[in-house]
């Protein structure tokens, strides 16, 4: 048995499937400044809090298992500062 697609039905799915990219890229979009604006304001700050809470779990389940708590330690501190950082920097640049 063949594993390829007949030509006409090949054909057939190219030729429906151009008109709906078109109309994604016509009709559809999305502002660089809207999205800038979200990440700064929501994402980041988000991410900011969400870090050292997972590192404070992963931390914790470490030194459960005999590991080191350092690492986790230091990931708190370098997510914390460039979530908050980036979200500093955007507020300073006019993008938030």
């Keep these: 048995m063949r594993s390829r697609l007949p030509l006409p039905f090949a054909a057939l799915l190219v030729l429906t499937a151009r008109p709906a990219l078109a109309l994604v890229n016509v009709a559809g979009g999305v502002d660089p400044t809207t999205g800038l604006t979200t990440l700064g304001s929501w994402i980041l700050s988000l991410a900011g809090i969400a870090i050292p809470?997972?590192?404070?779990?992963?931390?914790?389940?470490?030194?459960?298992?005999?590991?080191?708590?350092?690492?986790?330690?230091?990931?708190?501190?370098?997510?914390?500062?460039?979530?908050?950082?980036?979200?500093?920097?955007?507020?300073?640049?006019?993008?938030?």
Excluded: D, N, Q, W
Aim: charged fraction near 5%; hydrophobic fraction near 50%.
């Design 53 to 96: 809470i997972i590192c404070a779990f992963k931390g914790t389940h470490a030194v459960a298992e005999g590991r080191h708590l350092a690492p986790y330690i230091g990931s708190a501190i370098g997510g914390m500062a460039l979530a908050f950082g980036g979200a500093y920097i955007m507020t300073h640049y006019g993008v938030t």
